[in-house]
């Protein structure tokens, strides 16, 4: 069965960095676009970032473009988001999530990461 | 890209139906079938509960159904159970190649 785990969350300042993974398995993980969709607390969901099967395609939320970078390994199966110049306003769960292949669905979610940024 | 327009709360009693409504724009839900429907019950990840529009993945019980019309979305939950109280996000794929939720729907089954 698909298994998403997501990593790397904790307590950063801001202006910091951090770098989240999503390690996958129970499915062929090169064959599927991944995305990045956050949650803060008590607030609805939130879009992040998408990245495609072969990395050739990436987009991202106008409020982590230039911030926020995705990628993928693989040969590792697994996703990361790497985030730069922490807010406040990043505070959140984030979620990695399996893209449905020709559907542009979030098929599959892992159980999330919590990110606190703060002084 | 705002967040799709959902109502903050619904609720009905066992064994009614509900609809919950998802209203965007041209460039998202009035421009694709790509619209999903998400449950998240308190402390658990999402659960995709409908996709592209009116489909259900395997497991989903056919008391979930959703249609579109237009611009605006609709999920509809019919002879409610306890178990169905929770959370509900529609999200749609948008024409800037993004993806947006709504702002999310709390359903009290009384």
């Known amino acids: 069965q698909v298994q998403l785990v997501e990593s790397g969350g904790g307590v950063v300042q801001p202006g910091r960095s951090l770098r989240l993974s999503c390690a996958a398995s129970?499915?062929?993980?090169?064959?599927?676009?991944m995305h990045w969709v956050r949650q803060a607390p008590g607030k609805g969901l939130e879009w992040v970032a998408i990245?495609?099967?072969?990395?050739?395609?990436?987009h991202y939320a106008d409020s982590v473009k230039g911030r926020f970078t995705i990628s993928r390994d693989n040969s590792k199966n697994t996703l990361y988001l790497q985030m730069n110049s922490l807010r406040v306003e990043d505070t959140a769960v984030y979620y990695c999530?399996?893209?449905?292949?020709?559907?542009?669905?979030?098929?599959?979610w892992g159980q999330g990461t919590l990110v606190t940024v703060s002084s | 890209q705002s967040a799709l327009t959902q109502p903050a709360s619904v609720s009905g009693s066992p064994g009614q139906s509900i609809t919950i409504s998802c209203t965007g724009t041209?460039?998202?839900?009035?421009?694709?079938?790509?619209v999903s429907w998400y449950q998240q019950h308190p402390g658990k990840a999402p659960k995709l509960m409908i996709y592209?529009?009116?489909n259900r993945p395997s497991g989903v019980p056919d008391r979930f159904s959703g249609s579109k019309s237009g611009n605006t979305a609709s999920l509809t939950i019919s002879g409610l159970q306890a178990e169905d109280e929770a959370e509900y996000y529609c999200?749609?794929?948008?024409?800037?190649?993004?993806?947006?939720f709504g702002g999310g729907t709390r359903l009290t089954v009384l």
């Open positions: 999530a399996k893209d449905r292949s020709n559907s542009w669905t979030l098929e599959y």
């Open positions: 129970g499915f062929t993980f090169r064959s599927y676009g």
């Open positions: 990245i495609s099967k072969d990395e050739s395609d990436k």
């Open positions: 041209s460039s998202d839900v009035g421009g694709y079938n790509y």
């Open positions: 592209e529009v009116s």
């Open positions: 999200s749609s794929y948008t024409t800037y190649s993004t993806w947006v």
